[in-house]
């Protein structure tokens, strides 16, 4: 124990405050002693004088009258080494007052009653730096995972960055290229306007074009839709109103919807295909603006059949069993155009929408596109109250119609050594005819 001129104190504790044990003199420290809290130490009195401020039986807390407080070499040592902060590190902002005639004795926590908020909340031990080492440790850690973090993102997109933008799940704007392929869609194989800001044609990649095939069986089935509704004008169901408008009617508003683009194309490649010209000579005569013999032909022979199928679906079929089967030929005839773009089939030429879509519908798309239209029509025909035996005649109609259309674009192909934006129109309206033709010739038998 170190003498108050040393600095030191009970516990050998550097650095602390003075006052309270000036005037001490270690000889004296053979027992209980009283001190004044400031001035000399004066002399033990003899043994039997009552001590000033002793307790009594009526006074309690005599020990602290008269600035003067009763003190022991055990509660010196206790007090040093349990109750006092450790000096040596800081509280959280609080020091110990080393001046000043009064020191307020610390609570339980080891901090003065009037000490800062700043430290710990009742039952709490005070911080040691086996803590801080453990806090700065963790907070190492941390940091090590966020860097390991940021470094995997960075590497991420890289990689990205290294990626051909035509295998992109999504556009340069963020967007999936879906979604940016819909407008693209729609201003190509309908006559709704889109702005061509929203169209991007001018930078139209193989990727795009490819998902905007993928959308055309969808907008074929909304056009067959609207074309319905239409001819609910003039048409009642199985078979009563005019019939035969409700069938031009639908007819008419399929081939205005489209531009007549599907029809325009099947006029071309029948030109191209009558000639019996070699391969560069039949592409020539298909870019031509106008229209052969064979063309003429085949537009009426089509559009007649079309009438008669669907009249023929008029004739015998609800409101309801109608709208099935005029959607499902429609969409058969969109699934043609995009079974012609198998990797299998080369374009014909480099330009074009041809060369664009050519190779970009690979047998996944292609089996669950043709899959959930098979499925769809079975299951929408059967709720027409048909049963779901006799319902399957119209998945087997769209299989007939697909089958027609893998013969056209095989001989295109053996023709033209590839295929082109005529073929897939060609394909979307021979398809089309077959399905109806199929769907009439069952309802004729007594299928459906």
Aim: proline residues 8%; hydrophobic residues 45%.
């Amino acid at each position: 124990m170190t003498t108050p001129d040393g600095g030191g104190g009970p516990g050998d504790e550097p650095g602390y405050p003075n006052e309270r044990y000036a005037g001490f003199d270690p000889g004296d420290d053979t027992g209980n002693y009283t001190q004044p809290l400031g001035g000399p130490a004066p002399r033990r009195p003899a043994p039997g004088t009552p001590i000033p401020g002793a307790p009594t039986a009526g006074n309690a807390d005599g020990w602290r009258r008269g600035d003067v407080e009763d003190v022991g070499v055990e509660g010196l040592m206790s007090y040093g080494d349990q109750d006092v902060p450790d000096q040596r590190q800081s509280r959280r902002g609080w020091k110990v007052p080393t001046s000043g005639g009064h020191r307020a004795r610390p609570g339980a926590d080891g901090y003065p009653a009037d000490a800062p908020s700043t430290r710990p909340s009742s039952g709490q031990r005070p911080p040691t730096q086996a803590t801080a080492a453990f806090g700065r440790r963790v907070g190492d850690g941390v940091g090590w995972v966020r860097e390991r973090a940021a470094g995997g993102v960075t590497a991420l997109r890289g990689r990205r960055a290294e990626t051909p933008a035509a295998s992109r799940r999504r556009g340069a704007g963020g967007e999936p290229a879906a979604l940016r392929a819909l407008p693209l869609a729609v201003g190509m194989f309908t006559v709704i306007p889109v702005p061509a800001n929203r169209t991007g044609r001018d930078a139209v990649d193989t990727g795009l074009a490819g998902w905007a095939l993928r959308w055309l069986p969808v907008l074929g089935g909304l056009l067959a839709l609207v074309g319905w509704a239409v001819s609910l004008i003039f048409w009642r169901g199985y078979g009563t109103g005019a019939g035969f408008l409700g069938a031009v009617a639908w007819v008419g508003v399929m081939a205005l919807l489209t531009r007549g683009l599907h029809l325009d194309g099947l006029a071309d490649l029948a030109d191209g295909l009558g000639s019996r010209r070699p391969a560069e000579e039949a592409l020539t005569i298909m870019r031509r603006s106008d229209i052969g013999p064979f063309g003429v032909t085949s537009l009426i022979a089509v559009l007649l059949l079309q009438l008669g199928g669907v009249l023929t679906v008029m004739a015998s079929a609800s409101r309801a069993q109608g709208l099935v089967v005029l959607v499902v030929a429609a969409v058969a005839g969109r699934l043609a155009a995009l079974d012609a773009a198998r990797p299998a089939v080369p374009p014909a030429r480099p330009g074009g929408f041809g060369a664009l879509v050519a190779g970009t519908a690979p047998a996944s798309v292609r089996a669950a596109a043709v899959g959930a239209a098979l499925v769809l029509s079975w299951l929408l025909l059967a709720l027409t109250s048909t049963s779901l035996a006799r319902a399957l005649w119209l998945p087997f109609a769209v299989l007939v119609g697909l089958a027609a259309g893998r013969l056209v674009t095989w001989h295109s192909v053996r023709r033209l050594d590839g295929i082109t934006g005529d073929v897939f129109g060609a394909l979307v309206e021979i398809t089309t005819t077959v399905t109806l033709l199929t769907v009439g010739a069952i309802i004729a038998w007594g299928g459906i």
